[in-house]
Every structure is written in C-alpha cells, then in structure tokens.
C-alpha cells in the first residue's frame, strides 16, 4: 500500500506530465497541501533523479516527457500469476525474495534506492526513466542448466526490441544489454528459497529509456537510453513486450534447455570473434570469442584449445593488444 506521500509524490509527476509549467501554489491548490510542502516534495522527486526544471516566475515543468507505468494497462495485457508496481523499492529482486516469491509473479518498480548488479555493483535506478522489474520463475531444471538463463532473457530483450523496432542491440555475455558497446541494461538472475520441490528463480532486468545525464553520474561505463535508439519509446510497451516474449522463451527453455536458443545467440553476441580477457580474481585468461556451448558457456578460443568459462564470479572485458 502506497503511503500519503508516495500519492503525493505520484500526483505531481502526473500533474507535471501533462507539459508545461505548474507555479507551486497551482500544485499545492490540486494536492490541498501547502506552497512549501510542495516545495519540499518538487525536492524530493529531484533527488530521486526526475528531471524537473524550476524557472522564476513561470513554476516547474519537466525536462523531457514523462509516462508513468500502469497497473491497469499491464494488468489487462500480460498473463501473470500476480503484479505488484510500486512507486519506490528497495530492489525488485529482494522484494520477490521469501515469503515474496511466487511464480510468475513480476514486481516492477519506478525508482530503486538499492537496485544492484552482479557481485553487488550499483545499478542507477533513478524515478520514472527506466524499467526496473522481477519476474518470479519457479522451475524443476537443475541449478547446472540454469547457466543459460541470462542469455535467454538477454534474447528475449532483444527480440522484443525488434519488434518494437529497435536493432542493433547485442548481448554481452554473460548478463550485459549493449548498443555499439554501450550499456543499455543489465540482467540479474538469483537463486531463491529452500529450493525444495523446484529452483525459485528471480529474474531481474534494468533497462535504460530515458535516463537523464545528471541521474546517471556514477556509471563509470559507456551508456546509452532506449530513447536514443527509438524517440518517444514507451516504458509501458518496452516492458509488454519484453515480458510477453520472456514468458515464451521460458517455457521453451524450460521444454529444450540453452539449445533451443544456441542459433539465435550467435547473432547478438557481441564477444563472437573479438578479442576478450576473462578476469577471475586476479587471474586473466585472455582468448577469442567462439559463441556459447549448449550450457550458456562461454567458449574462449586460447592458444591451447577452447575454455568454457562460467559466468559465477567472472568478467569478460574486450582488449585490443594481443
Ligand atoms: P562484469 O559483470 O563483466 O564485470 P559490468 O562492469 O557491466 O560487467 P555488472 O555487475 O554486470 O558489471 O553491472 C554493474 C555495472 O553497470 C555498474 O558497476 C555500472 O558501471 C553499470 N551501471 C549501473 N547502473 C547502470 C545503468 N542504469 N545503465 C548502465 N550501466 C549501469
Ligand atoms: C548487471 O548488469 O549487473 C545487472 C543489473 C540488473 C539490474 C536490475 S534492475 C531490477 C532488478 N533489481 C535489482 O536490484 N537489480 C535488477
């Protein structure tokens, strides 16, 4: 249940989405609040990364369009055991942790204070831009052919994409959504419960649409916003379409295992061919990409034959000397 000012919070970015500009006394006459509390809730909305404008005189209005995500909409398209959208969480992906867990159940949030990546890196999760969300997936495979299931939702991305018409977006193995080499999005897949009776698995995603500069100072890598690729992209029909075609692709997943896939993945992957470091601690294998094996390995050409590498705890990062 959203609190009072999560409401009100929601009620200004609605008011401000309409264009133009509000004087504060307009906001705080539609919110029945005072000028200065308005104040302090335009304040908040800033330091959760809304771009919002403040000229003297004239009142606030948003730097770009905003399109908050809704319930209903999401409700009515996609087939769900349950949807949960919230204002602010924490992480989506904690949130379906425990006694939050069910199958098929998507929780999406419009702002993360503690969104993460892999081996708890960050992931800039500022208001109303992105697409943050989990999707619960209870599956009998064992946890020894799950390996794939990041490139399967990295597919899925993709394909989605297509359709709305986006191309050019390739998967870096094993968990990165990449234009040209910049960081689109990011998947994040965990592992759940007592793992009786079935693997829970969380499957979260970060997806980048339309991201301000300001909200994204922290990210020591290239990046790129969704709404670069396509203007005026919508956050609800990203997140439609990624979820229906996700919800496809695991039940094939689930029915033929990463070999169903292995074809595809050969043409989004970004590290076919190219020159990669695999760094594991301090230890760096260095090879050329060779595609993924029917597991989701990775296969890195060396001097001595192919490595498969599992994703777990390393990073693969391209080099341009030999
Ligand atoms: P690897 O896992 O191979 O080391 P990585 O550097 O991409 O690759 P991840 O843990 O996959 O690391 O992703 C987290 C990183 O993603 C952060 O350290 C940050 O650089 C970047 N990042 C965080 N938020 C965003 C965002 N919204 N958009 C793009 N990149 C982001
Ligand atoms: C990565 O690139 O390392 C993965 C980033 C995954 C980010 C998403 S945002 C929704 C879900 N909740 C989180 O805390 N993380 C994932």
Known sequence: MASQKEQQLVEIIQILSQGGFYSGQAI???????????????????DLGLGIESVTGRGYCLEYPVELLSSDELDKTLKLQQLDLRLMTDSTNEALKGEGFAHNKLVVAEYQSAG??????????????NLYWSLGWKTQLPVQQLGGLSLVVGLSIVSALEKLGVTGVEVKWP?????????LGGILVELSGDMVGGLNVIIGVGLNVHMANGA???????????????????????????IQELQKSLEQFAEHGFD???????????????????IQNDDVVNGIGAGVDS??????????????IYAGEVSLRFRDED
């Open 175 to 183: 968990n990165d959504v990449r234009y040209q080499g910049r960081k």
């Open 295 to 308: 597991n989701g390995a990775f296969l890195l050409q060396t001097g001595k034959g192919i490595k498969p």
């Open 216 to 242: 994204a100072s922290s990210i020591e890598q290239e990046w790129i916003n969704l709404q670069e690729l396509k203007p005026n992209i919508s956050r609800q029909d990203v997140l439609t379409a990624v």
């Open 260 to 278: 169903a896939f292995t074809e595809q993945w050969s043409r989004v992957d970004e590290c076919f061919n190219k020159k990669v470091a695999i």
């Open 116 to 129: 993460r990546g892999r081996r708890g890196r960050k992931w800039v999760s500022p208001i109303a831009s």
């Open 28 to 46: 705080a006459d539609k919110l029945d609040v005072t000028r200065a509390y308005v104040w302090k809730l335009i304040q908040q909305l800033q």
